[in-house]
Protein backbone atom coordinates (compact mmCIF):
# COMPACT_ATOMS: atom_id res chain seq x y z
CA UNK A 1 0.00 0.00 0.00
CA UNK A 2 2.86 2.41 0.89
CA UNK A 3 4.96 1.45 -1.43
CA UNK A 4 2.08 1.51 -4.26
CA UNK A 5 1.53 5.02 -2.97
CA UNK A 6 4.90 6.36 -3.38
CA UNK A 7 5.34 5.11 -6.74
CA UNK A 8 2.03 6.78 -7.79
CA UNK A 9 3.66 10.09 -6.49
CA UNK A 10 6.58 9.59 -8.23
CA UNK A 11 4.66 9.32 -11.45
CA UNK A 12 2.50 12.37 -10.66
CA UNK A 13 5.77 14.20 -10.20
CA UNK A 14 7.81 13.02 -12.70
CA UNK A 15 4.34 13.84 -15.34
CA UNK A 16 3.94 16.99 -13.73
CA UNK A 17 7.95 18.22 -14.21
CA UNK A 18 7.78 16.97 -17.78
CA UNK A 19 4.46 18.82 -18.53
CA UNK A 20 5.70 21.87 -17.08
CA UNK A 21 9.21 22.03 -18.94
CA UNK A 22 7.08 21.61 -22.23
CA UNK A 23 4.36 24.19 -21.43
CA UNK A 24 4.14 26.81 -24.42
CA UNK A 25 2.24 29.68 -23.23
CA UNK A 26 0.16 30.93 -19.99
CA UNK A 27 -3.11 29.72 -21.52
CA UNK A 28 -1.84 25.86 -20.80
CA UNK A 29 0.03 27.11 -17.82
CA UNK A 30 -3.21 27.72 -16.28
CA UNK A 31 -4.69 24.40 -17.21
CA UNK A 32 -1.98 22.08 -16.27
CA UNK A 33 -1.63 23.94 -12.78
CA UNK A 34 -5.38 23.22 -12.50
CA UNK A 35 -4.94 19.47 -13.77
CA UNK A 36 -2.03 19.41 -10.72
CA UNK A 37 -2.64 21.42 -7.72
CA UNK A 38 -6.23 22.10 -8.34
CA UNK A 39 -9.18 21.08 -6.41
CA UNK A 40 -9.46 18.08 -8.58
CA UNK A 41 -5.75 17.79 -9.01
CA UNK A 42 -3.99 14.96 -9.32
CA UNK A 43 -1.55 15.47 -6.09
CA UNK A 44 -4.58 16.95 -4.35
CA UNK A 45 -6.30 13.68 -5.00
CA UNK A 46 -2.86 12.12 -3.31
CA UNK A 47 -3.39 14.48 -0.44
CA UNK A 48 -7.16 13.31 0.30
CA UNK A 49 -6.37 9.61 0.27
CA UNK A 50 -3.32 10.37 3.27
CA UNK A 51 -6.45 10.73 5.67
CA UNK A 52 -6.78 7.00 5.64
CA UNK A 53 -3.05 5.74 6.38
CA UNK A 54 -2.10 4.74 9.48
CA UNK A 55 -0.81 7.70 11.59
CA UNK A 56 2.64 5.69 11.72
CA UNK A 57 2.74 5.62 8.08
CA UNK A 58 1.09 9.50 7.54
CA UNK A 59 4.41 11.85 8.69
CA UNK A 60 6.41 10.43 6.14
CA UNK A 61 4.22 10.28 3.09
CA UNK A 62 2.86 13.69 4.13
CA UNK A 63 6.51 15.35 3.75
CA UNK A 64 7.09 13.42 0.91
CA UNK A 65 3.93 15.21 -1.42
CA UNK A 66 4.69 18.57 0.28
CA UNK A 67 7.89 18.22 -1.21
CA UNK A 68 6.57 17.31 -4.30
CA UNK A 69 4.08 20.19 -4.03
CA UNK A 70 6.65 22.51 -3.02
CA UNK A 71 9.14 21.47 -6.35
CA UNK A 72 6.23 22.00 -8.68
CA UNK A 73 5.01 25.16 -7.35
CA UNK A 74 8.93 26.37 -7.85
CA UNK A 75 8.59 25.12 -11.46
CA UNK A 76 5.28 26.78 -12.36
CA UNK A 77 6.46 30.02 -10.69
CA UNK A 78 9.71 29.90 -12.67
CA UNK A 79 7.95 28.87 -15.76
CA UNK A 80 5.27 31.31 -15.74
CA UNK A 81 7.90 34.33 -15.07
CA UNK A 82 9.68 32.65 -18.89
CA UNK A 83 6.16 32.54 -20.57
CA UNK A 84 4.96 36.19 -19.52
CA UNK A 85 8.49 37.46 -20.77
CA UNK A 86 7.58 35.56 -23.90
CA UNK A 87 4.30 36.76 -24.02
CA UNK A 88 5.43 40.10 -23.26
CA UNK A 89 8.46 40.69 -26.40
CA UNK A 90 5.33 38.97 -28.81
CA UNK A 91 3.24 41.62 -27.53
CA UNK A 92 5.87 44.25 -28.95
CA UNK A 93 6.86 42.53 -31.94
CA UNK A 94 3.00 43.06 -33.02
CA UNK A 95 3.03 46.59 -32.12
CA UNK A 96 6.64 47.45 -33.35
CA UNK A 97 6.72 49.77 -35.81
CA UNK A 98 9.37 49.66 -38.74
CA UNK A 99 10.89 52.89 -39.42
CA UNK A 100 12.85 51.92 -42.38
CA UNK A 101 9.13 51.39 -44.18
CA UNK A 102 8.57 54.76 -46.63
CA UNK A 103 6.09 57.08 -45.39
CA UNK A 104 2.51 57.88 -46.04
CA UNK A 105 2.03 60.24 -48.84
CA UNK A 106 -0.23 63.19 -48.38
CA UNK A 107 -2.07 64.46 -50.89
CA UNK A 108 -0.35 68.46 -51.94
CA UNK A 109 -1.81 70.82 -52.77
CA UNK A 110 -0.25 72.95 -55.55
CA UNK A 111 -0.70 76.84 -57.36
CA UNK A 112 -3.10 76.75 -60.18
CA UNK A 113 -1.83 77.49 -63.44
CA UNK A 114 -3.38 81.06 -63.66
CA UNK A 115 -2.15 81.86 -60.30
CA UNK A 116 1.50 80.07 -61.70
CA UNK A 117 1.53 82.11 -64.73
CA UNK A 118 0.81 85.20 -63.03
CA UNK A 119 3.45 84.65 -60.33
CA UNK A 120 5.87 84.07 -63.04
CA UNK A 121 5.08 87.16 -64.71
CA UNK A 122 5.54 89.15 -61.55
CA UNK A 123 9.09 87.54 -61.27
CA UNK A 124 10.39 88.83 -64.51
CA UNK A 125 9.36 92.41 -63.98
CA UNK A 126 10.46 92.75 -60.06
CA UNK A 127 13.51 91.40 -61.39
CA UNK A 128 13.79 94.68 -63.63
CA UNK A 129 12.95 96.59 -60.90
CA UNK A 130 8.98 97.00 -61.71
CA UNK A 131 7.05 97.40 -58.37
CA UNK A 132 3.37 95.28 -57.79
CA UNK A 133 0.20 97.87 -57.31
CA UNK A 134 -3.47 96.62 -56.94
CA UNK A 135 -6.79 98.65 -57.69
CA UNK A 136 -10.20 97.27 -56.76
CA UNK A 137 -12.62 95.33 -59.05
CA UNK A 138 -15.61 97.60 -59.03
CA UNK A 139 -14.62 100.76 -60.54
CA UNK A 140 -15.92 104.00 -61.59
CA UNK A 141 -16.43 105.28 -65.16
CA UNK A 142 -13.74 107.75 -64.64
CA UNK A 143 -10.98 105.14 -63.47
CA UNK A 144 -12.01 102.72 -66.12
CA UNK A 145 -12.82 105.02 -69.64
CA UNK A 146 -12.99 108.58 -68.66
CA UNK A 147 -9.06 109.48 -67.31
CA UNK A 148 -7.83 106.72 -70.06
CA UNK A 149 -9.05 108.51 -72.68
CA UNK A 150 -12.36 106.65 -73.80
CA UNK A 151 -14.62 109.24 -75.66
CA UNK A 152 -18.28 109.17 -74.41
CA UNK A 153 -19.44 107.29 -76.95
CA UNK A 154 -16.57 104.84 -77.83
CA UNK A 155 -17.63 101.20 -78.27
CA UNK A 156 -16.36 99.71 -75.42
CA UNK A 157 -18.38 101.55 -72.82
CA UNK A 158 -21.27 99.46 -74.67
CA UNK A 159 -23.28 97.49 -72.56
CA UNK A 160 -21.96 94.20 -74.62
CA UNK A 161 -18.69 94.44 -73.16
CA UNK A 162 -19.02 96.07 -70.08
CA UNK A 163 -20.83 94.98 -66.47
CA UNK A 164 -22.54 97.73 -65.40
CA UNK A 165 -23.74 97.66 -62.11
CA UNK A 166 -25.59 100.59 -60.57
CA UNK A 167 -24.91 104.34 -59.67
CA UNK A 168 -23.21 105.95 -56.42
CA UNK A 169 -23.85 109.55 -55.56
CA UNK A 170 -21.28 111.29 -54.39
CA UNK A 171 -21.05 112.37 -50.47
CA UNK A 172 -21.17 115.81 -49.63
CA UNK A 173 -17.33 116.47 -48.22
CA UNK A 174 -16.40 112.74 -48.58
CA UNK A 175 -13.49 113.98 -51.13
CA UNK A 176 -14.58 111.04 -53.43
CA UNK A 177 -13.30 111.57 -56.82
CA UNK A 178 -14.66 115.58 -57.05
CA UNK A 179 -11.55 116.78 -58.94
CA UNK A 180 -12.69 114.28 -61.43
CA UNK A 181 -15.36 116.90 -62.91
CA UNK A 182 -17.83 115.55 -60.92
CA UNK A 183 -20.06 117.91 -57.96
CA UNK A 184 -21.11 116.59 -55.21
CA UNK A 185 -24.34 114.54 -55.09
CA UNK A 186 -24.04 113.78 -58.87
CA UNK A 187 -23.99 110.30 -59.39
CA UNK A 188 -21.05 108.29 -60.29
CA UNK A 189 -21.27 105.27 -62.53
CA UNK A 190 -20.26 102.06 -61.42
CA UNK A 191 -18.85 98.68 -63.13
CA UNK A 192 -16.65 95.64 -63.11
CA UNK A 193 -12.95 96.70 -64.60
CA UNK A 194 -12.90 95.82 -68.02
CA UNK A 195 -8.92 96.07 -67.74
CA UNK A 196 -6.68 96.55 -65.42
CA UNK A 197 -5.73 100.23 -66.70
CA UNK A 198 -7.48 102.03 -64.44
CA UNK A 199 -4.44 101.17 -61.57
CA UNK A 200 -2.65 103.31 -64.00
CA UNK A 201 -4.98 106.08 -63.07
CA UNK A 202 -4.69 105.57 -59.32
CA UNK A 203 -1.45 105.17 -59.31
CA UNK A 204 -0.22 108.08 -60.95
CA UNK A 205 -2.82 110.39 -59.23
CA UNK A 206 -0.85 109.24 -55.60
CA UNK A 207 3.11 108.49 -57.07
CA UNK A 208 4.88 110.54 -59.28
CA UNK A 209 7.77 109.43 -61.63
CA UNK A 210 10.20 107.94 -62.09
CA UNK A 211 7.17 105.10 -61.86
CA UNK A 212 7.94 101.46 -62.63
CA UNK A 213 4.92 99.49 -62.00
CA UNK A 214 3.05 96.40 -63.13
CA UNK A 215 -0.70 95.65 -61.65
CA UNK A 216 -2.16 92.07 -61.72
CA UNK A 217 -5.68 91.80 -61.36
CA UNK A 218 -8.91 90.15 -62.46
CA UNK A 219 -10.84 91.91 -65.13
CA UNK A 220 -14.42 91.30 -66.60
CA UNK A 221 -16.15 91.34 -69.86
CA UNK A 222 -19.02 90.76 -71.31
CA UNK A 223 -17.69 87.47 -73.59
CA UNK A 224 -18.13 84.02 -73.38
CA UNK A 225 -16.43 81.46 -75.78
CA UNK A 226 -13.83 79.06 -76.28
CA UNK A 227 -11.21 81.83 -76.02
CA UNK A 228 -13.32 84.35 -74.16
CA UNK A 229 -13.97 84.35 -70.09
CA UNK A 230 -16.51 86.86 -68.78
CA UNK A 231 -14.08 86.58 -65.78
CA UNK A 232 -10.14 86.86 -66.83
CA UNK A 233 -6.58 87.99 -65.49
CA UNK A 234 -4.37 91.10 -67.19
CA UNK A 235 -0.95 92.40 -65.74
CA UNK A 236 -0.77 95.79 -66.47
CA UNK A 237 2.64 97.22 -66.62
CA UNK A 238 3.65 101.28 -66.23
CA UNK A 239 6.88 103.37 -66.77
CA UNK A 240 7.11 106.52 -66.37
CA UNK A 241 10.16 108.88 -66.49
CA UNK A 242 12.09 111.27 -68.19
CA UNK A 243 13.59 110.31 -71.10
CA UNK A 244 10.79 106.91 -71.86
CA UNK A 245 10.66 105.84 -75.48
CA UNK A 246 9.46 103.30 -77.83
CA UNK A 247 13.17 101.86 -77.54
CA UNK A 248 12.90 101.18 -73.62
CA UNK A 249 9.48 99.79 -74.53
CA UNK A 250 11.00 97.44 -77.12
CA UNK A 251 13.72 96.35 -74.55
CA UNK A 252 11.31 95.14 -71.81
CA UNK A 253 8.75 93.54 -73.38
CA UNK A 254 12.18 91.36 -75.74
CA UNK A 255 13.22 90.66 -72.71
CA UNK A 256 9.51 89.62 -71.00
CA UNK A 257 9.16 87.22 -74.16
CA UNK A 258 12.18 85.46 -74.24
CA UNK A 259 11.73 84.87 -70.20
CA UNK A 260 8.04 83.81 -70.67
CA UNK A 261 8.64 81.63 -74.22
CA UNK A 262 12.37 81.12 -74.71
CA UNK A 263 14.82 82.58 -76.77
CA UNK A 264 13.77 81.00 -79.91
CA UNK A 265 10.23 82.57 -80.70
CA UNK A 266 10.24 85.85 -82.63
CA UNK A 267 8.80 88.84 -81.30
CA UNK A 268 7.00 91.54 -83.57
CA UNK A 269 5.67 95.28 -82.99
CA UNK A 270 2.22 95.73 -85.20
CA UNK A 271 0.89 99.39 -85.10
CA UNK A 272 -2.62 98.85 -82.71
CA UNK A 273 -5.18 101.49 -81.14
CA UNK A 274 -5.59 102.14 -77.42
CA UNK A 275 -7.42 105.75 -76.97
CA UNK A 276 -4.41 105.97 -73.65
CA UNK A 277 -1.33 105.23 -75.57
CA UNK A 278 0.06 107.07 -78.80
CA UNK A 279 1.65 105.17 -80.24
CA UNK A 280 -0.06 102.30 -79.44
CA UNK A 281 1.04 98.66 -80.51
CA UNK A 282 0.00 94.89 -80.23
CA UNK A 283 2.83 92.91 -79.59
CA UNK A 284 2.79 89.13 -81.30
CA UNK A 285 5.62 86.49 -80.90
CA UNK A 286 5.77 83.76 -83.26
CA UNK A 287 3.84 80.25 -83.50
CA UNK A 288 5.76 77.67 -82.21
CA UNK A 289 3.89 75.23 -83.89
CA UNK A 290 4.00 75.93 -87.43
CA UNK A 291 7.57 78.14 -87.16
CA UNK A 292 5.68 81.14 -89.00
CA UNK A 293 4.39 78.58 -91.77
CA UNK A 294 1.02 79.33 -90.47
CA UNK A 295 -1.86 76.62 -89.18
CA UNK A 296 -4.96 76.05 -86.97
CA UNK A 297 -3.56 77.66 -83.94
CA UNK A 298 -2.16 80.65 -85.67
CA UNK A 299 -5.02 81.38 -87.55
CA UNK A 300 -2.39 80.64 -90.62
CA UNK A 301 -0.84 83.94 -89.68
CA UNK A 302 2.27 82.84 -88.24
CA UNK A 303 2.20 85.11 -85.48
CA UNK A 304 0.25 84.89 -81.93
CA UNK A 305 -1.17 87.82 -80.49
CA UNK A 306 -0.02 88.39 -76.40
CA UNK A 307 -0.20 91.95 -75.57
CA UNK A 308 -1.30 95.24 -76.08
CA UNK A 309 1.15 98.43 -75.53
CA UNK A 310 2.13 102.00 -76.30
CA UNK A 311 3.29 105.47 -75.20
CA UNK A 312 1.57 106.89 -72.36
CA UNK A 313 -1.08 109.22 -74.10
CA UNK A 314 -0.56 113.03 -73.46
CA UNK A 315 -4.13 113.42 -72.31
CA UNK A 316 -3.76 110.44 -69.51
CA UNK A 317 -0.78 112.46 -68.05
CA UNK A 318 -2.97 115.73 -67.90
CA UNK A 319 -6.10 114.21 -65.62
CA UNK A 320 -3.22 112.65 -63.27
CA UNK A 321 -1.38 116.01 -63.63
CA UNK A 322 2.30 114.64 -64.65
CA UNK A 323 3.66 117.44 -67.03
CA UNK A 324 3.87 115.48 -70.41
CA UNK A 325 6.69 117.75 -71.51
CA UNK A 326 8.72 116.78 -68.88
CA UNK A 327 8.06 113.07 -68.99
CA UNK A 328 7.30 110.51 -70.97
CA UNK A 329 6.10 106.60 -70.52
CA UNK A 330 4.98 103.30 -71.56
CA UNK A 331 2.31 100.95 -70.85
CA UNK A 332 1.47 97.41 -71.58
CA UNK A 333 -1.17 95.26 -70.79
CA UNK A 334 -1.67 90.97 -71.65
CA UNK A 335 -4.20 88.65 -70.53
CA UNK A 336 -2.64 86.14 -68.69
CA UNK A 337 -5.20 82.89 -69.65
CA UNK A 338 -3.96 83.91 -73.03
CA UNK A 339 -0.77 83.63 -71.98
CA UNK A 340 -0.86 80.61 -70.18
CA UNK A 341 -2.94 79.18 -73.19
CA UNK A 342 0.14 79.44 -75.38
CA UNK A 343 2.74 78.46 -72.74
CA UNK A 344 0.85 75.29 -72.26
CA UNK A 345 -0.55 74.61 -75.34
CA UNK A 346 -4.24 75.10 -73.68
CA UNK A 347 -6.89 75.18 -76.51
CA UNK A 348 -9.70 75.95 -74.15
CA UNK A 349 -10.32 78.49 -71.66
CA UNK A 350 -12.86 77.27 -70.07
CA UNK A 351 -10.38 74.48 -68.53
CA UNK A 352 -8.87 77.31 -65.83
CA UNK A 353 -12.38 77.08 -64.27
CA UNK A 354 -14.04 74.00 -64.17
CA UNK A 355 -11.74 72.30 -61.30
CA UNK A 356 -11.16 69.23 -63.12
CA UNK A 357 -7.97 68.05 -60.84
CA UNK A 358 -7.01 65.58 -64.11
CA UNK A 359 -6.36 68.54 -66.14
CA UNK A 360 -5.01 70.92 -62.74
CA UNK A 361 -3.00 68.29 -61.38
CA UNK A 362 -0.60 68.02 -64.48
CA UNK A 363 0.35 71.83 -63.37
N1 LIG B 1 -5.96 97.72 -71.46
C1 LIG B 1 -5.77 97.15 -72.77
C2 LIG B 1 -6.74 95.98 -72.98
O1 LIG B 1 -7.27 95.51 -72.02
C3 LIG B 1 -4.38 96.67 -72.97
C4 LIG B 1 -3.36 97.77 -72.98
C5 LIG B 1 -2.78 98.17 -71.79
C6 LIG B 1 -2.99 98.39 -74.15
C7 LIG B 1 -1.81 99.18 -71.79
C8 LIG B 1 -2.06 99.38 -74.17
C9 LIG B 1 -1.47 99.78 -72.99
O2 LIG B 1 -6.96 95.54 -74.07
Known amino acids: MIEE ?3 KIKTI ?4 LQ ?3 ALQNLQDWQNTKARILGQKGSLTQILKTLGGLSPAERPALGRLVNEVKREIERRLQDIQKTLEETKRRQVLKEKAVDVTLPGLALPQGRRHPIRRVMEEIE ?3 LGMGFSIFEGPDVETDYYNFEALNFPKEHPARDMQ ?3 YIGLRTLRQGSGQATDHGLRTKEKEQLLLRTHTSPVQIRVMEKQKPPLYMIAPGTVYRHDDDVTHSPMFHQVEGLMVDTDITLGDLKGVLHHFCAAVF ?5 VRFRPSFFP ?3 PGAEVDISCALCKKRGCRVCGGSGWLEILGAGMVHPAVFEHVKIDPKRYSGFAFGMGVERIAMLKYGIDDIRLFYEGDMRFLEQF
Not at 13 to 16: P, T
Open 262 to 266: GTDRE
Open 161 to 163: DTF
Open 123 to 125: EIF
Open 5 to 7: LRA
Open 276 to 278: FVE
Open 19 to 21: EIA
Open 13 to 16: QEKA
